[in-house]
């Protein structure tokens, strides 16, 4: 995911209308407050905001994609990936819906759903300043699969039997096994996307053991929020794009320019611990090569869409679920639709074996490229022959069966 752990001691749809149709499913916890709603070419693209309780920054969005006038060839929830939002999906480099991932189903007949978490409307120092983030500290994983399940209730509001297919992306991924896991008989399938939640490696339990004790410690001393994470990658970005030439002025890095500084951090191996996995590592590549696969382009598009805030106990929860902890993947054996697994030889790989594994599904599809890194799949300029079309192939065959 957009998480390298050894970056966190480093420094640093326009106006919402109401009239949309909402869906009936409100509870006394759960209201919808807002709606904004607008065409995009052949789709209509809806976001509802939803208010969970009294606290005004416990606010999330529901987001819908869809060709109205089109039959509908099934229907798919998108989890978005760490620190991020459903920015990750509708992201382009020319800043086109259409072409963006979502852009890519949705136009192709399927009704595209995704969901951003609270953290989406936090600008940067905001919790220092001008707003009460002491809730954040219930924003955990359990939060995250509540949420997902009152969105699996609109979905059944709308299309009422047709299961949709839930995924994503790094952390959508280990959401999305946390939601399978809560409710396994809710789904056509299941799309794991670069991210695991279970293991049985006693090097990947060791590593993830380490840090899952550390930030309990964080959290017990009140820190509720890492702010300094995707802030990081935003800076390095930033410089290497103004001034690539330029001296880094990062201390650590004295005699490399700001692009070889950005190089040097997606392309390194990360150690374990911090890694939640060995070898794990952002992009391939090198210092003395550059990117292998991945286009600058993309990772910066990727890059921009990140929150400010990531609450450290969604951190903890994936964390320690890595160091052993079973509270999301209790019940993954009794899940048993069809699984895509998008697997990198330098990522999750073939750590997601355990995972795969315990579901209950006796069929798995599995894209892997062994010499991809965590993000090349997404940040490859050719990302939808390698990635959005043979989905969309799988998303066919699984919405065509009875």
Same mark, same amino acid.
């Given at each position: 995911?957009?998480? #390298?752990?050894? @970056?966190?001691?480093?420094?640093?749809?326009?106006?919402?209308?109401?009239?949309?149709?909402? #869906?009936?499913?409100?509870?006394?916890?759960?209201?919808?407050?807002? %709606?904004?709603?607008?065409?995009?070419?052949?789709?209509?693209?809806?976001?509802?905001?939803?208010?969970?309780?009294? *606290? =005004?920054?416990?606010?999330?969005?529901?987001?819908?994609?869809?060709?109205?006038?089109?039959?509908?060839?099934?229907? @798919?929830?998108?989890? #978005?990936?760490?620190?991020?939002?459903?920015?990750?999906?509708?992201?382009?480099?020319?800043?086109? &819906?259409?072409?963006?991932?979502?852009?890519?189903?949705?136009?192709?007949?399927?009704?595209?759903?995704?969901?951003?978490?609270?953290?989406?409307?936090?600008?940067?120092?905001?919790?220092?300043?001008?707003?009460?983030?002491?809730?954040?500290?219930?924003?955990?994983?359990?939060?995250?699969?509540?949420?997902?399940?009152?969105?699996?209730?609109?979905?059944? *509001? %709308?299309?009422?039997?047709?299961?949709?297919?839930?995924?994503?992306?790094?952390?959508?991924?280990?959401?999305?096994?946390? %939601? !399978? *896991?809560?409710?396994?008989?809710?789904?056509?399938?299941?799309?794991?996307?670069?991210?695991?939640?279970?293991?049985?490696?006693?090097?990947?339990?060791?590593?993830?053991?380490?840090?899952?004790?550390?930030?309990?410690?964080? +959290?017990?001393?009140?820190? &509720?929020?890492?702010?300094?994470?995707?802030?990081? +990658?935003?800076? $390095?970005?930033?410089?290497?794009?103004?001034? #690539?030439?330029?001296?880094?002025? !990062?201390?650590?890095? /004295?005699?490399?320019?700001?692009?070889?500084?950005?190089?040097?951090? +997606?392309?390194?191996?990360?150690?374990?611990?911090?890694?939640?996995?060995?070898?794990?590592?952002?992009?391939?590549?090198?210092?003395?090569?550059?990117?292998?696969?991945?286009?600058?382009?993309?990772?910066?598009?990727?890059?921009?869409? &990140?929150?400010?805030?990531?609450?450290?106990?969604?951190?903890?929860?994936?964390?320690?679920? +890595?160091?052993?902890?079973?509270?999301?993947?209790?019940? &993954? /054996?009794?899940?048993?639709? =069809?699984?895509?697994? !998008?697997?990198?030889?330098?990522?999750?790989?073939?750590?997601?074996?355990?995972?795969?594994?315990?579901?209950?599904?006796?069929?798995?599809?599995?894209?892997?490229?062994?010499?991809?890194?965590?993000?090349?799949?997404?940040?490859?300029?050719?990302?939808?022959?390698?990635?959005?079309?043979?989905? $969309?192939?799988?998303?066919?065959?699984?919405?065509?069966?009875?």
């Amino acid at each position: 995911m957009w998480k #390298p752990r050894y @970056l966190t001691f480093l420094v640093p749809f326009v106006a919402l209308v109401l009239g949309a149709a909402v #869906p009936v499913r409100a509870t006394s916890e759960y209201q919808v407050v807002s %709606v904004h709603e607008e065409r995009n070419g052949p789709l209509l693209v809806t976001e509802w905001a939803v208010q969970d309780g009294a *606290d =005004p920054a416990a606010r999330f969005t529901i987001h819908r994609m869809r060709k109205p006038a089109a039959h509908t060839r099934g229907v @798919l929830l998108l989890m #978005p990936g760490g620190g991020s939002n459903f920015a990750l999906y509708t992201a382009d480099e020319e800043g086109q &819906l259409l072409q963006s991932f979502a852009g890519f189903f949705a136009t192709r007949g399927f009704d595209v759903w995704g969901y951003s978490p609270r953290t989406r409307g936090l600008a940067p120092g905001a919790c220092s300043a001008t707003v009460d983030c002491s809730g954040m500290g219930d924003w955990g994983m359990a939060k995250v699969v509540a949420d997902a399940l009152y969105i699996r209730e609109w979905i059944r *509001d %709308v299309h009422g039997p047709v299961q949709p297919v839930i995924g994503g992306f790094s952390l959508g991924a280990m959401s999305t096994l946390a %939601v !399978v *896991d809560a409710a396994p008989h809710d789904w056509a399938g299941a799309i794991l996307w670069e991210g695991m939640l279970y293991s049985e490696d006693p090097t990947v339990l060791a590593a993830n053991g380490v840090v899952c004790a550390s930030l309990e410690a964080q +959290l017990a001393a009140g820190q &509720l929020w890492d702010d300094a994470t995707y802030s990081s +990658l935003q800076l $390095f970005y930033g410089l290497a794009t103004a001034d #690539p030439d330029g001296p880094s002025p !990062v201390p650590g890095f /004295e005699g490399l320019t700001n692009r070889q500084v950005f190089i040097l951090l +997606l392309t390194t191996p990360q150690p374990a611990p911090p890694a939640y996995v060995p070898g794990y590592t952002l992009m391939a590549g090198s210092l003395a090569t550059g990117f292998s696969f991945a286009s600058e382009t993309r990772i910066g598009m990727l890059i921009a869409q &990140l929150n400010a805030y990531e609450p450290l106990v969604l951190i903890r929860d994936y964390t320690c679920a +890595l160091a052993g902890e079973r509270t999301f993947t209790g019940n &993954l /054996e009794s899940f048993q639709a =069809p699984v895509y697994a !998008v697997r990198a030889g330098h990522g999750f790989g073939s750590w997601m074996d355990d995972n795969l594994e315990l579901l209950g599904s006796d069929e798995i599809t599995t894209n892997f490229v062994a010499d991809f890194a965590h993000g090349d799949h997404y940040a490859s300029p050719d990302f939808r022959r390698i990635m959005a079309q043979p989905l $969309f192939d799988w998303l066919k065959r699984v919405a065509e069966r009875p």
